[in-house]
């Protein structure tokens, strides 16, 4: 099956800085990757998704880029700010059947005031 | 309808007892997951639905583990003679089969077996 491998575990940064998570993934047949941010006590929330027909995808402060021929993908967070402290999971599912997902074990980022 | 329901939230039980979750998914959304969350740990695949069929289990559903759908609506799922090792998040999620905006998860059931 599917393994998911994310990096790094936990992450610090100064408010205003950026933040990057790396993920890779070992089924060449995925086609479908997205983020989640889960905050303490609360669901996991989608934030940003891409499929493998597109390299980069943009939504404000958040960025995601895909390398298919690596079979790697990275969350980018500019502009860091407190509320982005959570825990993020990156995932990947080989999508047109069953879209079930195989999560990374999830980078606890902190931002410092 | 507010997104996916979960209850309950919280199920403390004792070691061989048996538990069953509900979710209660998206009107709209014929697909239905479950996934078991383990602290520090993102969540696992067990088990999915498309409308009242269940289409793949994982191998980590043990015999222990039951899941139905009935009339394609709400979920149900049962962990009989419980063990300590299934203290978990249990995750409810639902999509419809264009899969447009990804899965929306519940708030989980936190299961404790003492």
């Known amino acids: 099956g599917e393994n998911v491998e994310q990096h790094p575990s936990t992450l610090s940064v100064q408010e205003g800085d950026s933040a990057v998570i790396k993920c890779t993934y070992s089924?060449?047949?995925?086609?479908?990757f997205p983020w989640y941010k889960q905050e303490l006590g609360k669901r996991p929330q989608l934030i940003i998704d891409i499929r493998s027909n597109v390299g980069e995808k943009k939504d404000q402060r958040i960025a995601v880029t895909l390398n298919k021929t690596a079979k790697h993908f990275s969350l980018h967070i500019t502009e860091t700010q407190p509320e982005d402290s959570a825990v993020y999971f990156c995932?990947?599912?080989?999508?047109?059947?069953?879209?079930?997902?195989?999560f990374g074990a999830g980078t606890t980022v902190t931002v410092r005031a | 309808d507010t997104g996916v329901s979960q209850d309950p939230r919280h199920k403390i039980t004792k070691r061989g007892q048996n538990v069953t979750f509900r979710c209660d998914p998206i009107s709209e959304h014929n697909r239905l997951y479950w996934y078991r969350q383990t602290l520090g740990q993102g969540p696992e695949f067990l088990t999915y639905f498309q409308n009242e069929a269940q289409l793949e289990k994982s191998r980590l559903l043990s015999d222990r583990f039951s899941a139905e759908r009935p009339k394609g609506s709400f979920s149900t799922l049962e962990i009989q003679r419980t063990e300590q090792g299934d203290s978990a998040m249990y995750l409810c999620?639902?999509?419809?089969?264009?899969?447009?905006?990804?899965?929306?998860f519940g708030s989980g059931t936190r299961l404790t077996v003492v």
């Open positions: 995932a990947a599912s080989r999508g047109s059947n069953d879209y079930k997902l195989s």
């Open positions: 089924d060449s047949a995925s086609n479908y």
């Open positions: 999620a639902s999509t419809s089969s264009e899969f447009y905006g990804g899965y929306t």
